[in-house]
């Protein structure tokens, strides 16, 4: 019979369950540390090669061509610009199906085509607004991340509501590639920023709590790619239309 004042069995449960607590701590932190890494690496793969073809004349001249409204994209040109998107629904509806290894190289080669594509920024924006713009967004998009990580605020409805936002953005910006309306453009640009910066938190709080459902399973990894995915998207399209607002245009 187990004595009531006998320490170590009044004890044990307890360092059970802090033992429990510390090794899923531990789990979720290398868990988020992959969703980063992955995130990282993909917007540094970008930016290398946004910077290579807008900065090399004879890799720009395969994508693009000079006309008098600026550059209009070659036949190959076309094919990288619209690669990234087959590429986010084959990820997305495919997810289930693929291998932890095709989603790690359909998401960099996600990174890569879009920075191909992204080119361009180098050939309107100056290099020094690009750099302060890219820094700037670095630093709030660190913020709402944590915040999203650590606040004990259920986002829920607030993504829903950012989604469906997110929805009108794009019907907006479809309609202003024929109204051509400088107003419409800045309001289009104010509200992106917003969206993507409250989806910066909601997306963290997300894939923080997707953990506790893929915890130790094969869909860890899986999960890691694809939340790294989300944020990617969070941080590059923020980073643009904060461009559009700040970006000091070349002559």
Known sequence: MANWSDPRTSAAPYATAGARAASYDA???????????YML????????????????????????????????????????TLSPLAIVFAMSFGQGRMSESTLKTLF?????????SLSTIFLAYTDTSIAQVFFGTAAGFGALSLWG????????????????????????????????SGMMSLVISVLGVLIFAGLTAYDTQKIKSMYAYVAGTREQGKVAIMGALNLYLDFINMFLFLLRLFGSQRN
């Open 108 to 116: 960099f080669a996600y990174a890569g085509l879009l920075g191909a």
């Open 41 to 80: 690496s993909g917007v540094l793969l970008t930016g290398i090669v946004a910077l290579l073809f807008g900065k090399v004349e004879a890799l720009q001249s395969v994508l693009f061509q000079a006309t008098e409204r600026g550059y209009s994209p070659t036949l190959l040109g076309w094919i990288v």
């Open 27 to 37: 789990g979720l932190r290398a868990y988020m540390l992959s969703v980063y890494n």
């Open 149 to 180: 990580y650590t606040t004990k605020k259920d986002l829920s409805a607030f993504g829903t509501f950012l989604i469906i936002g997110l929805v009108g953005l794009i019907v907006a910006s479809i309609v202003n590639l024929f109204l051509q």
